[in-house]
């Protein structure tokens, strides 16, 4: 089971990206989260196994959209209207054991993405 994501970089505030992250496995519940600096690591964003449920963090929500394209086993993030408080390490997570919730909490996620950096200048 492996978790690849990518699609990070350097914005300025206003701008925008798109992470990507392709998995190896099956359907499961995901969930992108971000680390900042000296920061527990945080929920940003989950999707349903089906993909028709999503739930966002609020410092995110009507900035970020989560998605997943099964036919090539991809989960993305598209990030909007980026702030430098955005700034950090965002990972890509699996749940194998839930099989409808969305959880935020990471201890909940059994699989990990190496992490991208995204950075939000002012």
Same mark, same amino acid.
């Given at each position: 089971?492996?978790?690849?994501?990518?699609?990070?970089?350097?914005?300025?505030?206003?701008?925008?990206?798109?992470?990507?992250?392709?998995?190896?496995?099956?359907?499961?519940?995901?969930?992108?989260?971000?680390?900042?600096?000296?920061?527990?690591?945080?929920?940003?964003?989950?999707?349903?196994?089906?993909?028709?449920? !999503?739930?966002?963090?609020?410092?995110?929500?009507?900035?970020?959209? =989560?998605? *997943?394209?099964? /036919?090539?086993? %991809?989960? &993305?993030?598209?990030?909007?209207?980026?702030?430098?408080?955005? !700034?950090?390490?965002?990972?890509?997570?699996?749940?194998?054991?839930? =099989?409808? *919730?969305?959880? /935020?909490?990471? %201890?909940? &996620?059994?699989?990990?993405?190496?992490?991208?950096?995204?950075?939000?200048?002012?």
């Amino acid at each position: 089971v492996q978790l690849q994501a990518s699609g990070g970089g350097s914005v300025q505030a206003g701008g925008s990206l798109r992470l990507s992250c392709v998995a190896t496995f099956g359907t499961y519940v995901m969930g992108w989260f971000r680390q900042a600096p000296g920061k527990e690591r945080e929920f940003v964003a989950g999707i349903s196994r089906s993909g028709g449920s !999503t739930v966002y963090a609020d410092s995110v929500k009507g900035r970020y959209t =989560i998605s *997943r394209d099964f /036919a090539k086993n %991809t989960m &993305y993030l598209q990030m909007n209207s980026l702030k430098p408080e955005d !700034t950090a390490v965002y990972y890509c997570a699996a749940d194998p054991k839930s =099989i409808v *919730r969305i959880t /935020a909490s990471p %201890t909940s &996620y059994d699989y990990w993405g190496q992490g991208t950096q995204v950075t939000v200048s002012s």
